[in-house]
């Protein structure tokens, strides 16, 4: 199985960028989906998540209303939109994948579970 992330850069505070997320080996439409970052200095934080089942969506309060996660099944890709980028948005981002059945309903909870697979991580540096 991988995950290949892709889409970071640099970018100006107010600024947007579209991250993607390429997974092959397994089938996308059975598996929730995350995106976590790492900032420098910080401990790894869920970003945004999306079920599989219903397709549920969830997102940090930190990027909420800013950022959209969103997934092609057929293609077997996921995106993270994000928008008005601010500094503190600096960060390696990485796109995680956990089989379908095991179940979140807020971030706190998705970020408790233990995602099985994982990208290499796209870097975003947002300057002021």
């Known amino acids: 199985v991988q995950l290949q992330a892709s889409g970071g850069g640099s970018v100006q505070a107010g600024g947007s960028l579209r991250l993607s997320c390429v997974i092959s080996g397994v089938t996308l439409e059975h598996y929730n989906i995350g995106w976590f970052r790492r900032a420098p200095g910080k401990e790894r934080e869920g970003v945004s998540f999306s079920t599989n089942i219903g397709e549920r969506t969830y997102y940090a309060d930190s990027v909420k209303g800013r950022f959209t996660i969103s997934r092609d099944n057929a293609k077997n890709t996921v995106y993270l939109q994000m928008s008005s980028l601010k500094p503190e948005d600096t960060a390696v981002y990485y796109c995680?994948?956990?089989?379908?059945?095991?179940?979140?309903?807020?971030?706190?909870?998705?970020?408790?579970?233990?995602?099985?697979?994982w990208g290499q991580g796209t870097l975003v540096t947002v300057s002021s």
């Open positions: 995680a994948a956990l089989w379908g059945a095991k179940y979140f309903d807020d971030v706190a909870s998705a970020q408790g579970l233990e995602w099985e697979y």
